[in-house]
């Protein structure tokens, strides 16, 4: 390498419903360092409509993007949706000064199938024919428009006595990973992955720990439940509970105007205790049925039985509100935090204020920035 070499350089970005976020990390000695990163705060329509109102027939390609092929599992292409995000995605990046065109992006969970799959014990070459042939029976759509990823889940010695394999599988629609791709095409990037927000989460958050731990991830409009295993997100549930139903409850409860939220959710994630748990139980309880639902889920699995779930990890921009984690942490006797994005990057020491604050939201960025890196 010369003393002049372009520095390797990753790029995430996470397109969700409350805006865009990137992250671009260099390869410093070995280690990930912090080059730049941003935000936009804006509210986004990341739901294709085609992809639940139509039927099989109606999703045929009629209108595909200028020097584009017709795809015949693909849908009739928003031109101006895709322009529009492609825009606001250039925008940031200029600001920014993001440095490479290579990127990885998220693709919304709520979007992908993601389940664990238990198949007799049987010869590699003979694993994919019977997962295709299970999951065919799973999937909510016919198995042709799926684009499908599957993994052996690692073994510990019990396992390897057990006459089954678990196999992990994660399938999303090839129109919602084509809807993506030419959003960065459009805004003139190369998009070398597309990985669920799972694999991200699990890259920032959880690292080489191998504990047994869910994450939490509340966005604007969902909450995002993910049990992980020996590094390995096995079990996805969601519910329609996010931030958005928080600035409800705290508009209507204290009776002030839309624009004044944001300021008293700053100010509540400075507030430690005396705040009164029932004011938020509209929010709070539906999150700690499903955690409770999702471990019985993932323990009642076969190979699960008499594992410990160790942690629980908040992140997302409504968990730096402490009694999120107070009311957690009172419900269930385990560890329970807001994971720290930024503890596996290296960056400078004076915007570590900003960066803890900014922290829960850049989640998914820096994890997609992280891949190339790590892998």
């Keep these: 390498m010369g003393l002049f070499s372009k520095p390797e350089a990753y790029l995430g970005v996470d397109i969700g419903a409350h805006g865009i976020k990137v992250v671009e990390l260099h390869k410093n000695k070995g280690r990930p360092q912090l080059w730049t990163y941003g935000l936009l705060d804006e509210e986004l329509d990341i739901h294709i409509d085609e992809m639940h109102e139509k039927t099989p027939e109606e999703l045929l390609t009629k209108n595909p993007i200028k020097g584009e092929k017709a795809n015949p599992v693909g849908f009739a292409v928003d031109e101006a949706k895709i322009n529009y995000y492609a825009d606001l995605l250039k925008n940031l990046l200029k600001q920014t000064k993001v440095t490479t065109k290579k990127v990885t992006a998220s693709l919304p969970v709520s979007y992908v199938f993601h389940s664990v799959v238990t198949l007799p014990r049987v010869e590699d070459k003979e694993i994919e024919h019977m997962v295709m042939a299970e999951v065919k029976k799973m999937l909510p759509r016919p198995i042709e428009e799926m684009q499908i990823v599957w993994q052996k889940i690692p073994e510990t010695k019990e396992d390897l006595e057990s006459k089954y394999l678990r196999i992990l599988v994660t399938a999303a629609p090839k129109e919602l990973v084509r809807f993506y791709s030419y959003i960065f095409q459009k805004a003139g990037l190369e998009l070398q992955e597309l990985e669920t927000e799972a694999f991200a989460l699990e890259r920032s958050l959880v690292g080489h720990d191998k504990a047994i731990m869910m994450v939490v991830d509340i966005g604007a409009e969902r909450t995002n439940f993910f049990i992980i295993d020996q590094s390995?997100?096995?079990?996805?549930?969601?519910?329609?509970?996010?931030?958005?139903?928080?600035?409800?409850?705290?508009?209507?409860?204290?009776?002030?105007?839309?624009?004044?939220?944001?300021?008293?959710?700053?100010?509540?994630?400075?507030?430690?205790?005396?705040?009164?748990?029932?004011?938020?139980?509209?929010?709070?309880?539906?999150?700690?049925?499903?955690?409770?639902?999702?471990?019985?889920?993932?323990?009642?699995?076969?190979?699960?039985?008499?594992?410990?779930?160790?942690?629980?990890?908040?992140?997302?921009?409504?968990?730096?509100?402490?009694?999120?984690?107070?009311?957690?942490?009172?419900?269930?006797?385990?560890?329970?935090?807001?994971?720290?994005?930024?503890?596996?990057?290296?960056?400078?020491?004076?915007?570590?204020t900003l960066l803890d604050t900014l922290g829960p939201r850049m989640s998914v960025a820096i994890g997609l920035a992280l891949r190339n890196i790590n892998d």
């Design 232 to 352: 390995l997100p096995l079990i996805h549930r969601s519910i329609n509970l996010g931030g958005r139903n928080l600035d409800n409850i705290l508009k209507n409860t204290l009776d002030v105007d839309e624009s004044l939220v944001g300021q008293i959710k700053k100010d509540l994630s400075k507030i430690n205790s005396g705040i009164d748990y029932s004011l938020f139980s509209s929010f709070i309880d539906p999150i700690i049925k499903e955690i409770e639902y999702s471990f019985d889920l993932f323990l009642n699995q076969t190979g699960n039985q008499g594992k410990k779930p160790e942690k629980i990890v908040l992140t997302g921009g409504p968990s730096v509100l402490p009694f999120i984690k107070a009311r957690l942490a009172k419900e269930f006797p385990i560890k329970v935090f807001v994971g720290d994005p930024w503890a596996r990057v290296v960056y400078q020491d004076g915007i570590k």
